[in-house]
Every structure is written in structure tokens, then in C-alpha cells.
């Protein structure tokens, strides 16, 4: 459960919270920094990770944290749920990790989520980011909640992207309707890999959080 967790010596510590991909926490290791990486599956890619709940180790003193909570019972795109998931519990579980996040014992704080319930239930986020102004042609609506990290600045502004209209004449952007894989063909819609694509940050947000982040911050 804590295969490969371990702090290094003499760099500045950062705990990304919730990431399997190792995307964000390699961007931020790659500039020199002490970085561990937590979910509860194990890391996608070699490299300094806690496999197991983020509590277990979120007061061992880190510096910064970016964490990604789980958006599953939070997010707008699930609202036809809420219902359901406001009786039996899932939400306000949902809202208490989210939560949990925000006043982590920790001096530099960004939180991440689609649009959803926490921008009335906490507060508005100080900034909703897009793919494409990082690089990459996609739209993806993400909410960055930030405690001492500045604003992320744009970095490579193109175009938005293609959309898809489903059948039944709903609009979604094409890479997350049409999504490829590590081997290059297309994901099935209902597959496990599904949900791994889409929850990945964009590597060009991530280079942008460890430059402006790591460089500028620490």
C-alpha cells in the first residue's frame, strides 16, 4: 500500500493529491522538487507514489499540494444523480473530501474540479482554465481553487477544437467523446480506460502549474 513513498532530501516538498497518471507530479519532479504523488490506484508511469488515502499522509509536512478530488458526485455533467446521491450520502461525502482539501494543513493549495456544486457550496473558483489556452485543442472547463499560488497564465492559446453531436443531439468536444489511447486506436465509451483518459491532466497544464508553480513559488 505504500509501495515506492519516500521523501528526498534538501528540495521543496509537494504532494499532488488524487493523481494516478504521474503527469502533474513528473512535470513538478522534473525541476528538482521532492515530489509524491497518492491514489487509490497505483501511478501509471515509475515514480515517487502513495498508493492509499491521501489522509494517511497529507500532514507529514508538505509545502505545497495540488489535488485532484474526485468530481464523480460534485460535477454539473452528473446533476440528473444529485437527487439519489443527496439521500443516500454520496454527495455530502463528496463535498467533505472536497473540503478536506481546501484546509489541508498545508501553505500553498490549488484544487481542482469541473463546474459543479462547490462553486455555491464553497465559493466561486479563482479561475476556470481551458485545454487550449495550454496547447492543446480540446475545452475542458476546469476549476482551479487556489490558497498562496498565483493565477495560471495562459501559455499557448489555440484553437478550441472539434465537437461531436451525439445522437441524441448532445455536444461534446471530440477528444472526449473520441478519445485514443496509449496504443493509438480509439476507447471504447464505456470502458474502464474511459474514465483514466479523461481524469488525466493536460500535459500542457501541468508543465504550466510546475513552471509558474515551481519555478516562480518556491
Known sequence: MGA???MGMGSVKILIACEFSGTVREAFTKL????TSCDIE???IPGKHYQGDVNDI???SWDMMIAFPPCTHLAVSG???FEQKRKDGRQQQGIDFFMSMINAPIPKIAVENPIGIMSSMYKK????IQPYEYGHEAQKSTCLWLKGLPLLKP???VDKGKFYITPSGKKMPAWMSDPIGKDGKKIGYNTP???KVRNKTFQGIADAMADQWGKNEL
Request: aromatic letters at 4%; charged letters at 25%.
Open 193 to 195: 480506460e474511459i474514465k
Open 79 to 81: 446533476a440528473r444523480h
Open 58 to 60: 497529507i500532514n507529514d
Open 32 to 35: 528538482g522538487h521532492d515530489v
Open 42 to 44: 497505483p501511478t501509471d
Open 4 to 6: 515506492n513513498y519516500g
Open 155 to 157: 501559455t499557448n492559446i
Open 125 to 128: 473558483p479563482n479561475q476556470i
